[in-house]
C-alpha cells in the first residue's frame, strides 16, 4: 500500500471545494435542520434524545467555522488582485441574496397580499426592516421578530462578517491575518464573559457578531495557517495529532458546560470558544486529509450523500423554519397530532420535516440558486502567483 505524499515545505492553497470540508457542513445542517424542527420539550425516558435534538444549535458554530476558513482562504489567494472587492462582493452576492431576498419578499410581501399569513407573524417596521438590512442579529434579541424567520440571525451576523473582513485581508501576509484570528478569538471570549457579568440577555451573546466572532476567526486563522509555509508543513504532518485536540476540546468543552447546555453559563462564555476551537482544529485536520489524499476517517465525510447534503445546506437553512412554521404545525394541527403527545409523532414529523427541507432546497437551487451562481465565474479573480 502506497503512503500519503509527504508534506510539501511551502504553503498550500486549499480548494474552495473539498469533500471533507462538505462532509463536515453536511453534519452542520444535519445538526441545526432537527434542532429547529424541533418539537419535543421533554419525555420520560427520551432524555437523551431531546437533549441531542436541543444542542443542535452547535451546528451554526461549526458553520461560522466552516465560513472563517473558506472566505479567509477566498480573500488571502485573491489579496493582491486588482478587482479584489469587486469580484468577493459580487461574487458573495450572486451566492446569498437571491434566496434570501426571495423568501423575505414572499413572506413579507406576497403572503400578506394574498391573506395567507397568520395573525403571529405580524411585526413591526423596525423589526421588518431589520431583516431587509441584514441587522437582525443585533435588534432580535430585544424585540421578537416572527418565527419563520427567526433563524435569520446567523445570516445576519455572517453577512456582516463577508462585509468588514475583506477589508482586513486585503493585502496582508497570511501570517499576520493568523495571529490577527487567534487574538480576535481571545477578545470575543473575553468579551462574552464580560458581558455575562454586566447581565447581558444570553439571546444577545448568542447572536452578536463581536460575541461569535471567535468561530469566525478561529476558521480564519486555520486557513492562514495553510498558506504559512511553517505552519502549512507542520499541519501536514501533525493532522492525527489535531484530530486527537479537536475531540479534546469538543468533548472537555462538554464536560464543563454540562454537555453545551446553552443556559449554562459556561456554554455562553468557554463553551463557544471549545467548540470553535475544536471545529477549526478538526476543519484543518480534514483538509490535511484531503490535500494529502490519506484515507481512514475522512472518508466516511467524503460521502456522495453527504456532499449532496452539502450542495443544499444553504437552501435547507433558509427554508426549514418557514416551511416548519407556516406548512408543518398547521398540518399536524389539522391532523390533530399536537406536539408532545407521543415522540414517535414528533421524531417522525423531524425526520418527514429535514426530509421535505432537502427536497424544497433543491428545487430551490436549481430553479432559481444555479442561474445566479453560474454568473460567479465571470467575477473570478485570478490567483496569486505562487499559490
Aim: overall charge positive; charged content about 10%; proline content about 6%.
Amino acid at each position: 500500500m502506497s503512503s500519503p505524499s509527504p508534506a510539501p515545505a511551502h504553503p498550500v492553497s486549499p480548494p474552495a471545494r473539498l469533500p471533507t470540508l462538505d462532509g463536515l457542513r453536511a453534519i452542520a445542517i444535519l445538526l441545526v435542520v432537527p434542532h429547529n424542527l424541533d418539537l419535543i420539550a421533554t419525555f420520560d425516558g427520551a432524555q437523551l434524545v431531546v437533549a441531542a435534538l436541543h444542542r443542535g444549535w452547535i451546528g451554526v458554530q461549526l458553520f461560522f467555522v466552516l465560513s472563517g476558513f473558506l472566505i479567509t482562504g477566498i480573500l488571502l489567494d485573491a489579496r493582491d488582485a486588482p478587482d479584489y472587492y469587486r469580484s468577493f462582493f459580487v461574487r458573495r452576492a450572486l451566492r446569498i441574496f437571491p434566496l434570501y431576498y426571495a423568501t423575505l419578499l414572499v413572506l413579507f410581501v406576497l403572503l400578506p397580499a394574498l391573506g395567507l399569513v397568520p395573525a403571529s407573524f405580524k411585526c413591526d417596521a423596525m423589526v421588518e426592516l431589520s431583516y431587509w438590512t441584514y441587522f437582525s442579529n443585533w435588534y432580535g434579541p430585544f424585540h421578537q421578530g416572527p418565527d419563520p424567520v427567526s433563524h435569520f440571525w446567523s445570516l445576519a451576523l455572517e453577512e456582516q462578517f463577508y462585509l468588514l473582513w475583506p477589508f482586513v485581508i486585503h493585502r496582508r501576509s497570511a501570517g499576520w491575518v493568523m495571529r490577527l484570528c487567534l487574538a480576535i478569538a481571545a477578545a470575543s471570549l473575553l468579551l462574552r464573559v464580560v458581558m455575562l457579568l454586566a447581565g447581558t440577555p444570553a439571546q444577545a451573546i448568542y447572536q452578536f457578531l463581536v460575541t461569535r466572532m471567535d468561530a469566525l476567526a478561529l476558521g480564519g486563522a486555520a486557513a492562514a495557517a495553510f498558506r504559512v509555509p511553517s505552519a502549512a508543513s507542520w499541519t501536514l504532518d501533525h493532522r492525527r495529532f489535531l484530530l486527537g485536540a479537536s475531540l479534546l476540546s469538543l468533548v472537555g468543552g462538554a464536560v464543563l458546560s454540562r454537555g453545551y447546555n446553552f443556559t449554562h453559563p459556561v456554554t455562553l462564555s468557554l463553551g463557544f470558544t471549545f467548540l470553535a476551537v475544536g471545529f477549526a482544529l478538526l476543519v484543518a485536520a480534514g483538509v490535511a486529509a484531503d490535500l494529502l489524499g490519506a484515507a481512514g476517517w475522512p472518508a466516511a465525510l467524503r460521502w456522495s450523500f453527504l456532499r449532496r447534503v452539502a450542495k443544499y445546506s444553504y437552501a435547507m437553512y433558509v427554508l426549514s423554519v418557514p416551511l416548519h412554521f407556516l406548512v408543518g404545525k398547521p398540518v399536524l394541527s389539522a391532523l390533530g397530532l399536537a406536539a408532545g403527545n407521543s415522540i414517535l409523532v414528533d421524531l417522525a414529523y423531524i425526520i418527514v420535516g429535514t426530509a421535505l427541507s432537502f427536497l424544497a432546497a433543491a428545487a430551490s437551487f436549481h430553479l432559481l440558486e444555479v442561474h445566479f451562481l453560474n454568473l460567479k465565474d465571470r467575477f473570478a479573480p485570478p490567483l496569486r502567483a505562487g499559490v
